[in-house]
């Protein structure tokens, strides 16, 4: 029953997990522009891996499709490998997981197939997992490289003393450059590959489960027979031949004896 529980919410927490990965990537706040400090509040701008956005305070948003692929940087592309790629893996663990559930009978599949499957799923819950988190957090690193770079070129002074964040005579502040810092999105993705490592994890322990259960020994153990044999004594002595066979041998004597 243990086993079978936590497969059940290892294959759950995978479902979620995924679940989590494919909606960070396909939601568009990963980077949202820094308000602090900010007078302009009537544009509000935020991107993610697919398109740039820009609301106004009217409510009215405006979207554009990066419609390069070669333009973009490395960096970026990868983040991008790496989500869809976690993704497929999970999508692949929870289809494996879903033939692999004990509770779940297909034929006369065994339970030893069933813990190979379980396990397979679990890797792949871990690595899809994996994927999900290194792709959040090279993109949070991008986030915060351009923050801090931002931040100093913004705050360098024209007339001499230059400081950081505006701070300086005569001086640009942070006004014109707008600087942005984590979005809703890079939370949902770390969240999503936490989740779907647990999940991979749980289906690892309940692999362990199944292996111990298909190689225990289930066999009937011998016992000797209960009843005993009562011999009945007859008239005459019990013989190790047939009676068939001593009629036969008088009755070749008797002709052998008419012979001579």
Sequence with gaps: MAVTMCQVMGFVLGVLGTGGIIAATALDPWSTEDLYDN???AIFSYSGLWRNCVRQS????????YFTILGLPGLFQAVRALMIVGIVLGAIGTLIAIFALKCLRMGNMEDSVKATMTLASGVMFILGGICGIAGVSIFANLIVVNFNFTTYSSGVGFGGGGGF????????????TPRYTFGSALFVGWIGGAVLVVGGIMMCLACRGLHSDSFRYKGTSYRPPTQSVVYKSEGKPR?????SFRAHSMADGRQLRDYV
């Design 165 to 176: 964040g505006g701070i300086g005579g005569g001086g640009f502040g942070n006004t014109l």
């Design 239 to 243: 013989t190790n031949y047939d009676e």
């Design 39 to 41: 007078p302009v509040t």
């Design 58 to 65: 009217s409510g009215f948003t405006e979207c554009r499709p």
